[in-house]
């Protein structure tokens, strides 16, 4: 007999059609932040959009066309062979995704008027394009599609060698084109050596507003409370966080006292709060505070957690 397929409910293509509008406007931001701030400053960004702007920069010294209209056409064009290599070697939804935010994108790039530069100071420019394109890297992230360019590198790469730190893999590759790029645009253009500075700058603060955005702003907070009150605190914790908390045994090796202690998660709203009962219960605890990047465990817990006050 043959299996039948699978029946999509209008749910699901409502999901679907949402996503897709998600990651179009995460090509759109991506775009803006392209031609508004960064072309307009002669500035390089990270990764393959970096890599057109220099190509183009050539280009316009051999072609009779304007550095946008060549900017357009680059950006798709360097970006077929990974898409093909996404094609081959990650398939499915993602591809289809991260195809359809890079033709968004050279659209965008193609068709926005001369109004929307910034002919503004440069530091500035610096600042609002990071800001967006980190807002555009969040948006197709969250909805399972990229912009393409290092991305669709990073994701193969860490499908077949999960072990390897993509992050500083592909911060390496932005670095490295960053700077050549800006480099040979020096050459080209005649520009100050300034524009290699403020083009690092744009691809640090893209990166960041990326992580912030991914952890999201109430972020999750490690407390090591070693302590000999360890019965009040934690029954704090249970009574105003409503959650667990690990207990281990620990010595101090300048004392040999024996204490207990206490690893909690809680959000970083309620940081404040904790420090407050651990002063109040034991003013002699020693706590250690660390930033946490996500919370893995239950299928619905970090979702559970981030809602819960």
């Given at each position: 007999?043959?299996?039948?397929?699978?029946?999509?409910?209008?749910?699901?293509?409502?999901?679907?059609?949402?996503?897709?509008?998600?990651?179009?406007?995460?090509?759109?931001?991506?775009?803006?932040?392209?031609?508004?701030?960064?072309?307009?400053?002669?500035?390089?960004?990270?990764?393959?959009?970096?890599?057109?702007?220099?190509?183009?920069?050539?280009?316009?010294?051999?072609?009779?066309?304007?550095?946008?209209?060549?900017?357009?056409?680059?950006?798709?064009?360097?970006?077929?062979?990974?898409?093909?290599?996404?094609?081959?070697?990650?398939?499915?939804?993602?591809?289809?995704?991260?195809?359809?935010?890079?033709?968004?994108?050279?659209?965008?790039?193609?068709?926005?008027?001369?109004?929307?530069?910034?002919?503004?100071?440069?530091?500035?420019?610096?600042?609002?394009?990071?800001?967006?394109?980190?807002?555009?890297?969040?948006?197709?992230?969250?909805?399972?599609?990229?912009?393409?360019?290092?991305?669709?590198?990073?994701?193969?790469?860490?499908?077949?060698?999960?072990?390897?730190?993509?992050?500083?893999?592909?911060?390496?590759?932005?670095?490295?084109?960053?700077?050549?790029?800006?480099?040979?645009?020096?050459?080209?253009?005649?520009?100050?050596?300034?524009?290699?500075?403020?083009?690092?700058?744009y691809v640090l603060i893209g990166g960041n507003v990326l992580g912030m955005l991914k952890r999201g702003f109430n972020h999750p907070q490690k407390f090591l409370i070693?302590?000999?009150?360890?019965?009040?605190?934690?029954?704090?914790?249970?009574?105003?966080?409503?959650?667990?908390?690990?207990?281990?045994?620990?010595?101090?090796?300048?004392?040999?006292?024996?204490?207990?202690?206490?690893?909690?998660?809680?959000?970083?709203?309620?940081?404040?709060?904790?420090?407050?009962?651990?002063?109040?219960?034991?003013?002699?605890?020693?706590?250690?505070?660390?930033?946490?990047?996500?919370?893995?465990?239950?299928?619905?817990?970090?979702?559970?957690?981030?809602?819960?006050?």
């Open positions: 007999m043959k299996k039948q397929m699978p029946k999509i409910t209008s749910k699901q293509v409502l999901k679907l059609i949402k996503e897709y509008v998600w990651v179009g406007l995460g090509g759109v931001l991506n775009a803006i932040s392209l031609f508004t701030f960064v072309n307009p400053a002669t500035l390089i960004a990270g990764g393959f959009s970096g890599l057109s702007s220099v190509l183009s920069h050539v280009c316009v010294l051999f072609m009779d066309a304007t550095f946008d209209s060549i900017m357009s056409v680059m950006y798709f064009v360097l970006n077929v062979p990974l898409l093909i290599c996404s094609l081959i070697f990650l398939r499915g939804d993602y591809t289809f995704k991260t195809i359809w935010a890079t033709v968004v994108s050279s659209i965008v790039l193609a068709i926005l008027p001369e109004g929307f530069k910034f002919s503004g100071a440069p530091l500035i420019a610096v600042i609002f394009g990071g800001i967006l394109v980190g807002l555009a890297m969040y948006v197709a992230y969250e909805n399972n599609g990229s912009n393409g360019g290092t991305e669709i590198i990073g994701k193969i790469v860490a499908k077949y060698h999960p072990e390897i730190d993509i992050s500083n893999v592909i911060l390496i590759a932005n670095f490295i084109i960053t700077v050549s790029g800006s480099i040979v645009v020096i050459f080209i253009t005649k520009e100050s050596v300034d524009i290699i500075l403020y083009s690092l700058m070693i302590t000999s009150q360890y019965e009040k605190i934690g029954h704090d914790i249970s009574r105003y966080f409503k959650r667990g908390y690990t207990v281990f045994d620990v010595e101090g090796s300048y004392d040999g006292v024996k204490r207990k202690m206490l690893v909690v998660i809680v959000q970083y709203r309620q940081l404040y709060f904790l420090k407050h009962i651990i002063r109040k219960r034991d003013p002699r605890a020693f706590t250690v505070i660390k930033d946490v990047y996500d919370v893995f465990s239950r299928p619905t817990f970090n979702r559970s957690y981030k809602t819960k006050p």
